[in-house]
């Protein structure tokens, strides 16, 4: 039996294109989803990020751009469809709305994840302040501080309550301590009324060149202060009638300069100052003396730091100490995460130069996106149903379908090759054989290579090639951006005047910051400002009283012009306070927003890294209380304050040049080209710039091509499917079309393309300059950096002595203002009252500088620990890994109030650690 071929059913073929055809339909509408969009995207920077970051010194382990989960502002909600956000509710109104979200906020996201953090840290920092109260018993009475290798006194130093100022001038600022005796409650006979005495000449170190008080009635209320037991009391049998005086002790001579038969006793005597008494009266007057002399010390302030924040005093604000601070800016930092997408968007031109030297694939019915070799090559086949009447005069009802796929490709040389597939099916619904579609393919291939202009791989590749580099910058941008994030957190990035000096600490380089740089320490240092105020308003409210008081004995010699000069000093003690306490609060505000918090969350800093600088400053204001009080004891609160910690440069110590006891400037020089070399081999930025300058010289050569004839090839090679057949793959070798296009120009106008080469042959030798002046600048910021270090830590140093000058200028000056006057027994009223006046005006100058050197401290090592970090930063020396930097500048002393490593040396980034390299 003979098999025969059955005819095919045209109604068959159709019924299987036709579904065929609505898929392609379909699929040039479909696309993949914004997750695999965005996914593709991050795999393909992340992978270019990586690549420019394998060098150790600017290497980044982990990158991500999306948001950390704890920061403010993470993300909860899909990624790719957020839901909308509030709208402004006029704007809404006024105009169209486009978009009808399915779901709307009604408030603005905001993550709440960095709150938990200061919970899980508030109950840490509790937990840790019970187990410390609890180890070392601090519910028990706190003892007197006394400095290092000093022995108590064998009698305890007397304590008063403090003063309280009159009605007349109240104090909205109170002390924090005892709120002390009201003045309706002070006796009249309690406190002193001797007018004040010029200090006598000798040996001020000497003990016994200080002027003791002799006045019984001054004398008298510390006795009734301190407990101590009066002595009996005569008048003077040499007082002439209604000029008795005050009473003074049976066995005791009147006072210096009082007597009108003094004996002259010479008080730089080594052994017996008073030859008229005993040394054991003598010992005993100049104990009682002390006594008096500590009046005016207030007691311990209680300093509220929640209430100086502007927080009630029993509230519980979060408290941070800088490694939380740190910590928290890392996570929640707005331009941290800045500078993270500054990264991802330059790598994101790096991802498109790249495919645009990778095979581009287009597929679709009449697609019109072309690929980096070139448009769609012809022929592009519409898509039309195209229908007309008999009445235009030819009628018509056809369908063309066209679909077209291919490939394009860019090679180095600049050459573009386009290969692809096209096809044209049309259904004349019209004709005899409706069904019957006529078919017709296309296999086109293009090719295009430039000789002379546009071709070539310095012009082909400079896209690509600068991309690359730029992502390279970056990335190098990004690692010196984390040095400066350290210094920026800790000590801030605005300039720091110190007493005419101002010490640059600028911000980031980047740019694009509109968040403050303000910094943990500059905080720390508003804080203990402010303490100082209250201690110093403390003690003018005492000296008020005293003088209050004092006024009202007939033969003290003070009027109400001494009392008014102690109510301005108050009056600008208070101002001073406010100034102080504004600032602290504006500061600690815009360091909450610098860590990316709102200004309104309840935050105080942990205070650790300056108390050494409180246990000083109280430990002085026992040591002025103490009636055993010794001079000699003053430097050695000095030398307990913080020490400075050095700074290594190549195996040079900075401080070296200063701290040995001798200026070593022939040495300075030396450390100062030694500090250069070490900054232009580690300096990031300045790898930059000398890279930017070979890029201007690449641009000589890309100009120039343009300034050439042009002299392109282009080949086209086409098969066609014939017109009989319904196969749409039925390509002969026969049914084809062959070209070739020879395109030639001379550089006959080239005007443009001249200037263009001239201008970069300018903008080559303003590179070359700018990389010198970028040297010489960095150079220059060194050599200022190391000279600023130096100025701040013999600043510091010379300080240290001028504190404990201060200190004994303000003791020395009390004692004499209740000292007995030494002038002339008829010396007249206007002479005691210039001497009171003259005398008080030093106590208040002294009271004040002794404030101010306790700020200055404070202020010199705060600019001492910013010149610190500064340096490191310019050196390029510091870690690119923010903890590694982090604990390199503060090392576990931290707990220990401590702010540095000692001498010890930054390891430079991409070096082994010690022990990585078998060091101890």
């Known amino acids: 039996m003979t098999l025969k071929a059955q005819p095919t059913n045209p109604s068959r073929r159709f019924r299987f294109r036709v579904p065929l055809l609505v898929v392609l339909a379909l699929g040039t509408q479909s696309g993949c989803t914004r997750e695999f969009f965005r996914e593709w995207a991050n795999q393909d920077v992340t992978e270019a990020i990586f690549e420019k970051s394998r060098d150790p010194r600017w290497r980044i382990d982990l990158f991500s751009v999306e948001p950390p989960a704890l920061s403010r502002f993470a993300d909860p909600y899909d990624p790719d469809a957020p839901p909308a956000p509030p709208d402004d509710y006029a704007a809404e109104a006024t105009s169209p709305v486009p978009q009808w979200p399915d779901n709307r906020l009604i408030i603005p996201l905001e993550g709440t994840g960095y709150l938990d953090m200061l919970d899980v840290w508030q109950r840490e920092n509790e937990q840790k302040a019970a187990e410390n109260e609890q180890k070392t018993g601090e519910n028990a009475a706190k003892p007197p501080r006394r400095p290092s290798g000093t022995p108590r006194p064998t009698t305890a130093p007397t304590e008063v309550e403090p003063p309280v100022p009159p009605a007349s001038i109240p104090s909205p600022f109170g002390t924090g301590g005892n709120s002390g005796t009201p003045l309706e409650a002070i006796p009249p006979n309690s406190l002193p009324t001797s007018p004040p005495a010029n200090p006598p000449s000798g040996d001020p170190k000497a003990p016994q060149a200080r002027v003791k008080s002799r006045d019984p009635a001054l004398r008298l209320a510390a006795f009734q202060q301190t407990g101590i037991e009066e002595p009996t009391l005569t008048q003077s049998p040499t007082a002439p009638p209604g000029l008795e005086g005050p009473r003074r002790p049976e066995n005791q001579p009147p006072p210096i300069g009082m007597d009108p038969s003094p004996i002259q006793s010479d008080l730089s005597a080594p052994l017996n100052p008073r030859p008229d008494l005993t040394p054991e009266q003598y010992r005993e007057s100049e104990e009682k003396g002390d006594a008096i002399a500590g009046m005016l010390i207030p007691d311990e302030i209680n300093f509220n730091e929640a209430e100086a924040a502007g927080l009630p005093r029993n509230s519980r604000p979060y408290k941070l100490t800088m490694e939380q601070a740190f910590r928290l800016g890392l996570v929640n930092a707005r331009f941290y995460q800045f500078q993270l997408e500054n990264v991802y968007t330059t790598s994101l031109a790096v991802t498109l130069q790249r495919f645009a030297f990778q095979p581009q694939f287009y597929a679709g019915l009449s697609p019109l996106t072309g690929t980096a070799a070139g448009g769609i090559p012809a022929p592009n086949p519409f898509n039309q149903f195209l229908y007309r009447t008999r009445e235009t005069g030819t009628p018509i009802s056809s369908l063309n379908v066209g679909t077209v796929a291919g490939v394009g490709k860019v090679f180095n040389s600049g050459g573009r090759l386009l290969m692809g597939f096209a096809n044209q099916v049309v259904f004349n619904f019209l004709g005899q054989n409706s069904r019957q579609p006529s078919v ?138 406010v100034n102080d306490r504004t600032q602290f609060r504006s500061q600690l505000d815009q360091f909450k927003i610098q860590l990316g918090m709102p200004p309104d969350v309840p935050l105080i800093l942990d205070r650790s890294l300056a108390m050494k600088f409180k246990e000083v400053f109280d430990g002085i204001d026992d040591w002025q209380r103490d009636p055993k009080r010794n001079l000699t004891d003053l430097p050695q609160y000095a030398a307990n304050l913080p020490d400075l910690a050095d700074v290594n440069i190549d195996g040079r110590s900075v401080l070296s040049v200063y701290n040995t006891g001798k200026d070593n400037e022939d040495d300075l020089e030396d450390l100062l080209l030694a500090a250069e070399r070490v900054t232009l081999e580690h300096r990031l930025d300045l790898m930059n ?50 070209s070739l296009v020879l395109n030639a120009e001379l550089p006959l106008v080239r005007l443009n393309e001249r200037n263009q080469f001239r201008a970069t042959l300018i903008g080559y030798e303003r590179q070359r300059r700018s990389l010198q002046a970028f040297e010489d600048n960095l150079k220059y910021q060194i050599r200022i950096d190391v000279r600023n270090l130096h100025q701040q830590y013999l600043t510091y140093e010379i300080n240290r002595k001028n504190f404990t000058l201060a200190v004994r200028l303000k003791d020395q000056a009390f004692e004499q203002i209740i000292a007995p006057p030494q002038g002339a027994a ?95």
């Open 440 to 577: 017709q393919s296309f296999l086109p291939l293009t090719f295009v290579q430039p000789f002379l202009r546009g071709g070539g791989r310095a012009v082909t590749l400079e896209a690509l090639t600068q991309a690359e580099r730029n992502l390279l910058y970056a990335v190098r941008s990004f690692a010196k951006f984390r040095q400066e994030f350290v210094v920026a957190t800790l000590v801030g990035g605005t300039p720091i005047t110190n007493f005419g000096s101002t010490l640059q600490t600028p911000g980031f380089s980047g740019g694009g910051n509109s968040d403050p740089t303000i910094g943990f320490l500059n905080v720390i240092q508003d804080i203990q400002l402010i303490e100082n105020d209250r201690k110093n308003i403390a003690a003018l409210e005492r000296l008020y009283m005293i003088y209050s008081e004092l006024i009202k004995g007939e033969a003290s010699g003070l009027t109400q012009l001494q009392v008014d000069q102690v109510d301005q000093s108050y009056q600008q003690a208070l101002q001073t306070l």
């Open 689 to 738: 710039e000398r890279a930017r300058l070979y890029d201007a010289w690449r641009q000589i050569r890309v100009s120039a091509n343009a300034l050439k004839g042009i002299f392109n090839v282009t080949l086209t090679n086409q098969f066609i499917t014939p017109p009989a057949t319904t196969n749409p793959f039925a390509f002969v070798d026969q049914a084809k079309q062959f």
């Open 826 to 920: 008829g010396a007249s009223g206007t002479a005691q009252a210039a001497n009171a006046a003259t005398q008080t005006n030093n106590l208040i100058n002294f009271q004040r500088q002794l404030l101010t050197q306790e700020n200055t401290l404070i202020t010199n090592w705060l600019g001492y620990e910013t010149a610190r970090l500064t340096l490191y930063r310019d050196l390029g020396t510091l870690p690119y890994d923010e903890w590694e930097a982090y604990r390199e500048l503060f090392p576990a002393d931290y707990g220990n109030a401590g702010t540095g490593g000692g001498s010890r040396a930054i390891r430079p980034p991409g070096a082994p650690r010690p022990e990585e390299a078998g060091q101890p």
